[in-house]
């Protein structure tokens, strides 16, 4: 190593370590997005928390009357697309997919500075989200609409006593990709292709410059080894981008009527393991190091959410193809803490159940 790339190389860790030491949160999750042949596109993610946060899985019918939980001066809408989500607490959607393959995925963004409301509607960043996947079947379109700003976001304690603040990935069928981030009161959106890996802090524009360096360097000769956000960035980039893009027959033999989906929801699977952290390894004085609690990928095209618990060996899906989302349908739950475990597909185990009501906050004005 020259002396020139070391001396870059302790410039870009001691920035690493500056995000890490002035970020304060207790989640710390990873995004990816994949492409590959057959139209396959399938999006991973992690969630990094310091406790259990009573994740539940539910399937939400179209035709429902919503509200932002935010008072008088609410959002409200009715929800054009069926979906299945995933909350936490029992008060956010934080994860999801609609009937149209649009996936929503929320990470902790502790520089996220939402403004004041200053007469707009407004809804709880608890079901941001949920917004999205009732109202958006593509990223195009929830990017048209949202950069608009139709309302602003107001951003609850939550009922860990971690203040409520994230940034929104969303993806679609078709392998496009927006990230939306509220910095210094204003709404920035990265919208493209290439976006297809997030993390947490710093904002996207600096995990971009972050990213590029280690570009440089290779991910064969180094990749930074950390489970900090910046370095979990590179590492999530490198590996997404090694995933075969077609069948593998070096690695994987050809099965009769499987298709390449298969391997690519393994393969993404894999990488959401790769830069899991794992159970214990958690710092009282650094409380945006968490352990992995559980992952999520999601086939667009079919659509298909497979949850992968890290707390027992169990992984499972839902094929949303097997559900009925139309109007009017009853909203169904699958509680998916406390111990609980499942196997295979899961789409006939969803029981009848009351749907949560989001985290509740007032606006600033």
């Not at 203040?163 to 204003?186: R, T």
Request: hydrophobic share 40%; aromatic share 10%; charged share 15%.
């Amino acid at each position: 190593m020259s002396a020139i790339t070391f001396r870059r190389l302790a410039l870009i860790a001691a920035a690493a370590g500056a995000t890490l030491f002035n970020t304060w949160t207790a989640e710390a999750c990873t995004r990816v997005l994949f492409t590959g042949a057959n139209n396959t596109v399938i999006t991973g993610r992690s969630m990094d928390w310091a406790e259990d946060n009573i994740p539940s899985i539910w399937a939400m019918p179209k035709g429902m009357a919503r509200d932002g939980a935010t008072g008088a001066n609410t959002l409200r809408w009715t929800s054009k697309y069926g979906s299945v989500v995933v909350s936490m607490y029992d008060v956010a959607t934080v994860d999801g997919i609609n009937e149209k393959g649009l996936v929503a995925n929320t990470l902790y963004l502790v520089e996220s500075d939402y403004g004041k409301a200053n007469g707009k509607a407004t809804i709880s960043i608890a079901a941001w989200a949920q917004y999205a996947l009732d109202n958006y079947a593509t990223v195009s379109e929830a990017v048209e609409a949202l950069r608009r700003e139709p309302f602003r976001i107001v951003a609850p304690v939550l009922p860990n006593g971690d203040p409520a603040q994230g940034h929104l990935a969303l993806s679609d069928a078709s392998g496009d990709s927006a990230i939306f981030e509220y910095i210094n009161g204003k709404l920035v959106i990265h919208h493209g292709r290439q976006y297809n890996v997030m993390t947490n802090s710093p904002s996207f524009d600096q995990q971009l410059a972050l990213n590029s360096y280690w570009k440089e360097i290779g991910g064969t000769a180094f990749l930074p080894g950390t489970i900090r956000s910046s370095d979990r960035f590179a590492r999530a980039s490198y590996l997404v981008d090694a995933v075969p893009k077609q069948t593998d027959k070096n690695v994987i033999s050809a099965v009769p009527g499987q298709s390449f989906q298969f391997q690519a929801m393994a393969s993404v699977l894999g990488v959401m393991r790769g830069v899991s952290v794992p159970l214990g390894i958690s710092d009282p004085k650094l409380p945006n190091i968490a352990s992995t609690l559980w992952r999520t990928t999601y086939d667009q095209g079919t659509p298909t959410l497979v949850f992968d618990s890290a707390t027992s060996p169990t992984a499972f899906w839902v094929d949303l193809k097997d559900l009925n989302l139309g109007a009017g349908q009853p909203v169904r739950r699958i509680n998916a803490s406390g111990g609980r475990t499942y196997n295979g597909d899961v789409s006939k185990q969803f029981v009848v159940a009351p749907p949560f009501r989001f985290l509740s906050g007032s606006p600033k004005n």
